[in-house]
């Protein structure tokens, strides 16, 4: 496709969007998407124990009271575009969710929310979703928002799990709504006037961050409504010169990749799991350190520096100094941080960022001295891999690996023992903790979810009784 073809993106996105079927996706792709359904849901549940969980809820019902959806185990009800905001701020705080690598975001913590939201709403007007049209969305949504990411070309500037992974959104609402292509297309459109979310939450290690996520994923099911009331938006909202590649790319995007892939291959089989809640940048170091200890027999305890040969990227997203008084965002993206609490503790686990104590833990402090992250020569702006990592003992024995395929990446992924032992600790991690009883019952209903007649209940199977 070359410049004078560009224009042809949107009708490429929109007719996807408008008529791919369920019964279209492969059993991987199934497979996938219940699995990172499930994944999705655990981590928004341990999300409900972060400092700012409560806040964000409280805000967001200051904006207007309603009963269309759920606001994910507190139980409140909340209209639709409110409970996905919410909802979504829940998924991303605690830098758990899963990530489409070459894109560089997170799909699902946007799409998901406003999904979910949209059906309960739906189902409360006696339009039912059932799971093959539920699992079709989400799909489509993760094809959207993958191959928005993957065919950028420019450094990070805005932060594109919440301005691609909006479009992601926007995409699953109007497929389960069953829009028709002009449709879809105003849907993706009209969500690309409202799409924000800058990287300068991300370089402070602010809260702000899974706000940004929120921001999309409610823009998302305002924008299917705005056009169910018969709004429009303009025809070249991707590839005109003042669309989302151009304002939010810096105009350096390949389209090859959209039309290769598109329908062909299915992004949602793409994703990687995050099995430690840091940024995915750091997950190669504590993958290296884990293998070299395992492999060498070696104990935190006999190594004097860790030399740690990344990406640019990496080293401009991750190598922040460790700071006084340490907040838990900074510290989930600061690498030497989350690789020191692994020497430390053995693990890098979510009550590890969880209060004061940890975050200024002198034996993590002291472990993450020892790492150094130095720049490579990897030309490609997006990439997080390979990292090679060196460590260097006592004795003055160096040990080395060279991560390319990152623990929980599809070539090195997660076994569905490791999938529901992330989703059995983030349902303890939740406030308060989920009871096994509600935890089996959604782990059965997600892994059942082809023959559910009305997905709108998910929301509800974990939210627990009162009083």
């Not at 510290?331 to 989350?338: I, S, T």
Request: contains cysteine.
């Amino acid at each position: 496709m070359d410049r004078a073809d560009r224009s042809t993106v949107e009708d490429l996105f929109s007719s996807h969007v408008a008529n791919a079927r369920y019964e279209e996706l492969s059993a991987e792709a199934i497979t996938k998407t219940k699995t990172f359904l499930l994944d999705t849901i655990g981590v928004g549940l341990a999300g409900t124990s972060d400092g700012n969980a409560a806040r964000v809820l409280a805000a967001a019902e200051l904006w207007g009271a309603g009963v269309d959806a759920t606001a994910w185990h507190s139980g409140a009800r909340l209209p639709a575009p409110s409970a996905a905001f919410s909802n979504a701020y829940l998924i991303h705080c605690l830098e758990y969710d899963c990530i489409h690598e070459r894109a560089v975001m997170h799909p699902m913590a946007t799409l998901l929310p406003a999904l979910l939201a949209w059906c309960e709403r739906a189902a409360r007007h006696g339009q039912h979703v059932d799971g093959k049209r539920f699992l079709n969305a989400i799909a489509v949504g993760v094809d959207v928002s993958g191959l928005l990411g993957s065919s950028a070309m420019s450094g990070l500037r805005f932060f594109r799990p919440a301005t691609a992974g909006g479009f992601g959104a926007a995409a699953a609402v109007a497929s389960v709504a069953g829009l028709d292509e002009d449709q879809v297309r105003n849907v993706l459109s009209i969500h690309c006037g409202q799409v924000s979310g800058t990287m300068q939450a991300h370089v402070e290690g602010s809260p702000a961050l899974g706000l940004q996520i929120g921001f999309n994923a409610r823009a998302a099911v305002m924008a299917h409504d705005l056009v169910e009331a018969g709004l429009t938006g303009p025809r070249a909202f991707l590839t005109g010169p003042f669309g989302y590649f151009a304002l939010f790319e810096d105009g350096r995007f390949d389209p090859t990749i959209i039309e290769r892939e598109l329908g062909r291959v299915r992004q949602i089989t793409q994703l990687s799991h995050k099995p430690f809640p840091s940024g995915r940048l750091s997950h190669a170091g504590v993958d290296a350190l884990r293998q070299l200890m395992a492999q060498y027999g070696f104990p935190a305890s006999a190594i004097t520096s860790v030399q740690v040969h990344v990406p640019p990227l990496v080293m401009r997203l991750m190598g922040r100094p460790i700071i006084e008084n340490l907040t838990s965002n900074h510290a989930k993206l600061c690498l030497p941080f989350v690789m020191g609490t692994f020497l430390a503790r053995g693990r890098v686990d979510v009550p590890d960022f969880g209060s004061p104590e940890m975050l200024n833990d002198p034996a993590v402090h002291a472990f993450a001295s020892r790492i150094t992250l130095v720049a490579d020569d990897n030309r490609d702006e997006n990439a997080i891999a390979p990292q090679r990592v060196v460590v260097t003992l006592i004795d003055g024995t160096e040990r080395a690996v060279t991560i390319r395929a990152i623990y929980g990446h599809p070539d090195a992924a997660l076994t569905e023992a490791e999938n529901l032992d992330k989703f059995s600790r983030n349902c303890s991690y939740a406030r308060p903790p989920l009871v096994p009883e509600l935890r089996d019952r959604t782990i059965d209903f997600v892994a059942n979810l082809e023959q559910a007649e009305d997905v709108s209940v998910i929301s509800s199977l974990f939210v627990p009784p009162r009083g």
